[in-house]
T-cell receptor, first 112, second 114 residues
């Protein structure tokens, strides 16, 4: 089955620790994205990548880092510099052009 | 500066009736619009899209209307079913925008009562 896999579904970390969220897709999509959702709010773009070894900052990139070493993988690291890291994180991907982006199931990160 | 706004945070409708969700945008460069449905603790699923060259697009029970002059789009769900209870997001992108990235509204929570 083709799809976008995010792991783990729930993640707990202590304040001050970096944490990496995994995102893998087997859809052969070119572009990949990371969004963040906070309670009662819409989705805000953190980072995106259109091709391997290239990525761009979104609207709220501060405190986050990404890599795109393989087409199918786009991990997100939440660093200790992110002031409010507790949120629901969504990875997405799409083919090139005007296509809808498709989302993974999300990772709920809680920092205590 | 919210470029995409969903002014109704919630909507309650009786099963079998029509649900109408509204979305307004301010960026005149937006030319591709989408609606997503989201259940709690899950990723959004794509419902329907519309390009600015059209004013209506239909897919089964879902119809999206676009009024470019008013910078307004709406999603009609007919008939509404209990499984439609979810949060609905509208999203927009501009031609030529880097990465074809989407800008999302804040969402409307729909409750369909049996």
């Amino acid at each position: 089955d083709g799809g976008i896999t995010q792991s783990p579904k729930y993640l707990f970390r202590k304040e001050g620790q970096n944490v990496t969220l995994s995102c893998e897709q087997n859809l052969n999509h070119d572009a990949m994205y990371w969004y963040r959702q906070d309670p009662g709010q819409g989705l805000r773009l953190i980072y995106y990548s259109q091709i391997v070894n290239d990525f761009q900052k979104g609207d709220i990139a501060e405190g986050y880092s990404v890599s795109r070493e393989k087409k199918e993988s786009f991990p997100l690291t939440v660093t200790s510099a992110q002031k409010n890291p507790t949120a629901f994180y969504l990875c997405a991907s799409k083919l090139s052009g005007r296509q809808p982006i498709l989302f993974g199931q999300g990772t709920r990160l809680t920092v205590v | 500066d919210q470029q995409v706004k969903q002014n109704s945070p919630s909507l309650s409708v009786q099963e079998g009736r029509i649900s109408i969700l509204n979305c307004d945008y301010t960026n005149s460069m937006f030319d591709y619009f989408l609606w997503y449905k989201k259940y709690p603790a899950e990723g959004p699923t794509f419902l329907i899209s519309i390009s600015s060259i059209k004013d209506k697009n239909e897919d089964g029970r879902f119809t999206v209307f676009l009024n470019k002059s008013a910078k307004h789009l709406s999603l009609h769900i007919v008939p509404s079913q209990p499984g439609d209870s979810a949060v609905y997001f509208c999203a927009a992108s501009a031609r030529g925008a880097a990465g074809n990235k989407l800008t999302f509204g804040g969402g409307t929570r729909v409750l369909v009562k049996p």
